[in-house]
């Protein structure tokens, strides 16, 4: 069983489409995050909900908005792409009151041509 | 804010040697968590080992193990009897053990890409 999971894993798109990535973790955990790895590999945070509440938004542009149904899922809407999109976004989830260890999904390659 | 640091890009090391990463981190807390993840060619993010810092006793797991000085801010991953697929980039990460709004995230050092030679 696949902890946490992505669609899709992999996204080529133009410049100035909007798509969304979807997460969903069935290990239980109430605090789900977007992870951003550039080109160079460094990671960094993008947004993290606590049972659908938002609780990080790290100084990302509003054409990235994130969308929490339930604890399980958190998905990804990103409006008008641009080519500094281009990145692999990694979803993780955890327990926000326990051993704080965060648990990825597989990554969706976003290229934007 | 706190940073983390790791200062080497690349390491390469042997099949079945022994093989030391480093990480430096600032912080002006005094509980936080620190973790290791290994990111092979698949791209997946794996766990390989965490450490509280209210512990003194270093983690160890199976081959890899910490040496955690939390006096100097270092927290570097030894890696035991190495095996090809231990070829991975290698990330160091820092969890703020608040539990506030904005200190779940983990904070990630520019990670250390490791080559196992056969």
């Known amino acids: 069983d696949t902890a946490v999971s992505q669609t899709p894993k992999y996204l080529v798109t133009q410049m100035g489409n909007d798509k969304s990535i979807k997460c969903e973790q069935n290990?239980?955990?109430?605090?789900m995050y977007w992870y951003k790895q550039d080109s160079k590999k460094f990671l960094k945070i993008m947004f993290s909900?606590?049972?659908?509440?938002?609780?990080i938004n790290e100084t990302v542009p509003n054409r990235f908005s994130p969308k929490s149904p339930d604890k399980a899922h958190l998905n990804l809407h990103i409006n008008s792409l641009e080519l500094g999109d281009s990145a692999v976004y990694f979803c993780?989830?955890?327990?926000?009151?326990?051993?704080?260890?965060?648990?990825f999904g597989p990554g969706t390659r976003l290229t934007v041509t | 804010a706190q940073t983390v640091t790791q200062s080497q890009p690349e390491m390469s090391v042997q099949e079945a040697e022994t093989v030391t990463l480093s990480c430096t981190y600032d912080?002006?807390?005094?509980?936080?968590?620190l973790f290791w993840y290994k990111q092979p060619p698949s791209r997946q993010m794996i766990l390989v080992i965490r450490?509280?810092?209210?512990?003194?006793q270093n983690a160890t797991e199976n081959r890899f193990s910490v040496n955690f000085q939390k006096a100097a801010k270092s927290f570097s991953l030894k890696i035991s009897d190495s095996q090809l697929g231990d070829a991975a980039m290698y990330f160091c990460?820092?969890?703020?053990?608040?539990?506030?709004?904005?200190?779940?995230?983990?904070?990630f050092g520019k990670g250390t890409k490791l080559t196992v030679n056969p």
């Open positions: 290990l239980g955990h109430d605090t």
């Open positions: 990460a820092y969890r703020s053990a608040y539990g506030q709004g904005g200190s779940e995230k983990l904070v």
């Open positions: 450490q509280e810092a209210y512990k003194q």
């Open positions: 909900y606590n049972n659908k509440e938002l609780i």
């Open positions: 993780a989830s955890s327990r926000r009151t326990q051993t704080y260890e965060q648990y």
């Open positions: 912080t002006s807390e005094s509980d936080y968590y």
